[in-house]
């Protein structure tokens, strides 16, 4: 099995990758992001002890993430591989997400970043939050709450995933296509 973590500071583009990559890959699409607002949305217990952490641009808490997670990767056993959109993004995350592919015979194949400024995020987030909606993406106190996060807790995963030999990082700037072009032809080389 293939099974990748696409990796980067929220808008840089991991789920319309996912997408492509999914698709040319076979693979199955876990995003914890989706997952939550799915649950927010159908107004599930788990939606509304996430919802609050979502409003605000805060990580919300490692177990029901964590277990989300696992529920979601059991549930779907029969497939080619995963792609792991937004997840994880603690190093507890990470560690429990080895330890648990482990438990079933699995392992990370490769964890691909996309690599994008902060200044480009905060405008390509302004821009999708005026489409769809989103709150978390129509306040620059919440983006910059959110690059926190992501700056305290999960770039550490960067050097988690360097020291296993799985980390590889690829221009996140330009067109969609000329970015899904480098995915691909960086994911060809390794399969
Ligand atoms: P995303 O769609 O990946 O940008 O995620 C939106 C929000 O969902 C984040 O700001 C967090 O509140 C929550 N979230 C998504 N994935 C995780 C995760 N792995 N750990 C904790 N919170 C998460």
Redesign the pocket.
């Known amino acids: 099995m293939f099974n990748i973590i696409i990796f980067g500071k929220?808008?840089s583009g991991?789920?319309t990758q996912a997408d492509f990559l999914k698709n040319k890959y076979d693979l199955y699409h876990i995003?914890?992001?989706?997952?939550?607002?799915k649950n927010i949305t159908t107004e599930t217990k788990l939606g509304l002890e996430?919802k609050s952490?979502?409003d605000?641009?805060?990580?919300?808490?490692?177990t029901?993430?964590i277990k989300m997670?696992e529920n979601e990767v059991l549930s779907n056993k029969d497939v080619k591989g995963y792609i792991f959109?937004?997840?994880?993004?603690?190093l507890n995350?990470a560690e429990s997400l080895d330890f648990f592919l482990e438990s079933i015979n699995l392992n990370i194949s490769a964890t691909i970043a996309l690599d994008v400024s902060e200044d480009e995020l905060i405008s390509r987030l302004l821009e999708r939050g005026k489409i769809t909606n989103?709150s978390?993406d129509q306040d620059v106190d919440k983006i910059k709450n959110?690059f926190n996060?992501y700056n305290n807790k999960t770039s550490i995963l960067i050097n988690f995933y360097k020291n296993q030999d799985k980390f590889y990082s690829v221009d996140g700037k330009g067109s969609v296509d000329d970015i899904t072009s480098r995915l691909f032809n960086l994911i060809d080389s390794l399969i």
């Open positions: 929220p808008g991991k789920g995003s914890t992001g989706d997952l939550f607002r996430a952490y979502l605000n641009g805060d990580l919300v808490p490692d029901i993430t997670l959109d937004g997840f994880p993004r603690t995350q989103r978390d959110r996060e």
